[in-house]
């Protein structure tokens, strides 16, 4: 299975913030055949449509950040899947924890987002991760189990969906799990999307995202059942960004 790294810049990013994009498809160009990941950029919306000129026949896709669960109708400034679609994007990301957080979104509404992603022919990138306390108090297992139960719905395909383990913790402050808390994570959202969805949780791509840098990407991203990176503040620089994706292409 070939990795993906997804770089998210959240709200972050203006019309000449697209100079980036540029630099990273000359930096994969380089890379050429020697390039190990699928690659892809998350962008505000509104940056999605200039984007994709500067993208097109390249190596990089595009995705939201988020959608509405519904396709279209009486939802003053929120965004459709069709809409993103409309836009040049493929992918789209739910249930990011800053969604969860900051604007009360449950499992059953991020599970909702995924549909609508797959109604629109985008694939979803469904996150879930657990925050510092249970983490201490050792029920990061459970936790994260339940939040794959709610919000990963059950015609999830690794054709429609991809897998992204946050601990919310780890989320632009530096900090990282241990490698082995890491692989023991992967390996139990593993053995949960198998119980859910037999062959497909099998083979469904899991990513692992919470201050993926540089200088910590080659280990991560070789671990067990770590299927790519989700990166947010290390995406916004072409140069951090392609320093990632050349540790996973061991180049
Ligand atoms: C994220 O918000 O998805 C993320 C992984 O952020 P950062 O890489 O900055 O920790």
Redesign the pocket.
Known sequence: MRPLVAG?W?MNGLSASLAELGSLQDGLAVLGLRLGSDVLVCPPATLIAQAAWKVAGGAVALGGQDCHAKDSGAHTGDISAQMLKDSGASFV?VG???RRQHHGESDGEVAAKAQAAWRAGLKAII?IGETQAPRYAGDANQICGKQLDGSVPGGATPANTVI?Y?PVW?????KTPTSADITAMHAHIRACLVRRLGKGGREMPILY?????PDNAGEILNLPEVGG???????LKASDFLSIIRAISGS
């Open positions: 998210n959240k990301i990011h924890s800053e996150c992204a946050e780890a989320i632009g402050t530096g995202g919470g201050s993926v840098k990176a989700l990166v947010g503040g290390a995406s």
